[in-house]
């Protein structure tokens, strides 16, 4: 077995733990295989050992490894974590199975015309910048219950959840309650958060989504 299946198989049984001892079914803890900067050959052991969601984050990136990797497993989902421009929107609904980073009025309008023309929906997360952080993507807390009944009342946008990314200096585990919290209040169902260094205390307070990547497939060159 490669070093990447291993790990696979250890980050597998990692979170099925973390469910347990939290009192969840593992079953209700999606792995998102976060395969960016990874090449199509790194990523088939892993699609070979049954993992069928992957990440990630860069459109054209995924344009050229996922069509192919699809013909082979047509059962594979693709979806989206990074930031979107909004002139992307098109491809990201042509090749996405869902998109983790919807986070302003300009994407939702896209994404809505988009939505509309192609026919095919993506599972769609509003990402919230729960440290307003000036650099990163996603809606500020303040704004987040706004942008919500916008992408409802204006784009006709089914929203599954929320996904976050806390502060890298941070704890993460009040950002996830944060995330929790706002979910709850809006009765949304999915929660976008962990990755590979705290997936654990993500699914500690209900993450239903953990993106991990370094975990399984090794440090990104
Ligand atoms: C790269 C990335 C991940 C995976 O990060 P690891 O620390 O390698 O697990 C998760 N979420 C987002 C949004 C990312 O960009």
Redesign the pocket.
Known sequence: MSDTVTRLAQTRAAIARAARDFDREPESVTLIA?S?TMPAEVIIPVLEAGQRVF?E?YVQEAKAKWPGLKARFPDAQVQM??PLQSNKAKEAVELFDAI?SLDRESLAKELSREIGRSGRAPTLYVQVNTGDEPQKGGVSPAEIDAFLESCRVHHGLVIEGLMC?PPAEDPPSPHFALLAKIAARHGLRGLSMG???DYEAAIQLGATHV?????IFGA?G
């Not at 993106?211 to 975990?215: K, N, P, Y």
């Open positions: 976060v960016k990440g984050n974590i990074g983790h990314i990755m590979s260094a993106r991990v990547g370094s975990a990104r």
